[in-house]
Nanobody, 123 residues
Framework: QLQLVGSEGGLVQAGGSLRLSCAAS????????LAWFRQAPGKRHEIVAG????????YIADSVKGRFTMFRDNAKNTMTLQMTNLKPEATAVYYC????????????????WGRGTPVTVSS
């Protein structure tokens, strides 16, 4: 099993940057595919970025490609979402998630979740 603890979110002006992180406790962290989802008010969960356990390319959603980057550090059991040039439509609650198998973009496949982190981007 894996437990995920996310960092604090924040308020940032449009065009600004914010880094979210998530620390995991548990074994075999590198066996898990990781992802960041977000849920904007009144909308469904949307995958933002994801990365397989070991090797493989990082997935970045088209809506944030070129502005968001995701990293994982298997030695430190951490995952990071670096967000730059933020837009007001990025306002949402962000969640880190883990899936013990190959990477998937589907929300329902993820069994392990961090507490939601609110991010607000002001215009």
């Amino acid at each position: 099993q894996l437990q995920l603890v996310g960092s604090e979110g924040g308020l940032v002006q449009a065009g600004g940057s914010l880094r979210l992180s998530c620390a995991a406790s548990g074994r075999a962290f590198s066996d898990y595919a990781l992802a960041w989802f977000r849920q904007a008010p009144g909308k469904r969960h949307e995958i933002v970025a994801g990365i397989p356990g070991t090797g493989g390319a990082t997935y970045i959603a088209d809506s944030v490609k070129g502005r968001f980057t995701m990293f994982r550090d298997n030695a430190k059991n951490t995952m990071t979402l670096q967000m730059t040039n933020l837009k007001p439509e990025a306002t949402a609650v962000y969640y880190c998630a883990a899936h013990r198998s190959g990477f998937t973009i589907h929300f329902d496949d993820y069994a392990y979740w961090g507490r939601g982190t609110p991010v607000t981007v002001s215009s």
